[in-house]
């Protein structure tokens, strides 16, 4: 494209825009804390509790979201089927899914006069005002960004690549896990990105079915939030904004260099079969 | 090696504008080209043989062992049929190095499988190349890797969908004249399609044209040479 012509200015002026608007924010976050009250706040015991939960349950829905969401993601993106359309849709929900209605919504499907309330009860599951509930709202929000990037890299697999795999007597697991998967990687890592990104978040879905408890359900947003809330309170909040930014970028370049093509070929922990 | 069969293929099957009714056997060492304008339902008759699709009617067996009988409800699937494929664009694992893709079909130990998998490369001229992925090979280097791949499982019998459209017409001279090479001594039935007459000409024992699912002529070439080795 020309810059040198009137669309090619006003488009490089609303890029400048989009970019500055996108990045201001952030600036002002550290321009506003220092590395020693950033420190200091890393110091204090709430602090560190909110910053550790949000990791540990991140990471295990995460984790939830990948082992599951993988091969769902595989059978979606590479067959066709009658009513496919429809299954994407109810995939994307969530998406643009209030995240408050979210909330109310586990609610009322597995809180305890939610309709699999009983039977999460009788599983002897607690999700309310537990830690575990916190995932499930984890789960909730962040697995449909992942689903969709992974169906459509699934998708977009040659499928000549898979019959190969059967023709050298791959049975359908290992073509999936040896040549669909790292096919598949750079869409793979972008959805865990955004999954991952989106569940460190996550704010109203947790606080309304998982509530608020320091410790046990107080992620670090809920934590910023309810320093926010405290008078006096908003240098709490955000020096834990900014711990909360740095731990989110790290997470960004971290997945996006698991989904870069590496130019070394050996893969870690060579199988031998 | 596995005791040698002939390939012999019957299949029926309603494509979108024709019905397929192809009947057709390979000696083993024999190199079959079918020959055919681009639609005429070779392909799918390869895909047939190998497994991938499964036409309403039909038989494919090598030797004594039947790998699709639909009359008898018999059918096995691709991943045992142990047929090598080379496909149109050669579908290598763009993932995997050189080396890799040839040993992915191969049982035993990472060296063992190595050493074999060079040693294919070798035997086709490309084993400097074994580390490297299939996207900084050439089109003729790609060849051979998919040639060595399909080979490394020491498979019944060869298929090779348009084993030179994906080539320039200058590297297609040389590959033509190597394909021709390799595949002249195995001593399995080889069935390969082409749109080019010519090309079939050069790397077959014989010529089947095909022309909206039905064989139309068939031609010998050279008298079907004893399988080497024999």
Redesign the interface.
Known sequence: MRLRSGFGLLALAAAAIALVFLVLPVVAIFADVSPGRLLDALGEESVREALWLSLRTTLIAVVVVIAVGTPAAYLIGLRRFRGRALVLTAIELPLVMPPAVAGIALLAALGPNGILGGWVEDAGLELVFQTAGVVVALVFVSAPFYLRQAIAAFAAL?P??L?????????QFRAFA??AV??A?PGLAAGLALAWGRALGEFGATLLFAGSLAGVTQTAPLAIFSEFSRPGGFDAALALSAVLILLAALILVGVKLLGA?RAV?DPPG???? | MSPRGALEVSARMPLREFELAVELAVAPGERLALAGASGAGKTTLLRIV???LRPAAGRVAIGEEVWLDTAAGREV?????????V???Y???????AW?NVA??M????RERRRRAEELLDRFGVAALA?A?PGSLSGGERQRVALA??L??EPRALLLDEPLSALDPETRRDAQRELHEIVGQLPIPVLLVTHSQEEAALLADRIAVIDRGRIVSEEALRPAADPPGR
């Open positions: 040659d000549r690549l019959e190969a795999a059967r023709t050298l007597g791959a049975g040896t040549v790292p096919s990687r093509d070929e060579e199988r031998t079969r | 190998a497994g991938l699937p691709t991943e045992r049929r142990c047929c090598g494929v496909f149109q664009d579908a290598l694992f763009p993932t995997l190095s890799r992915f079909g049982n035993g130990a990472r580390d992925r791949r399909a490394a499982t």
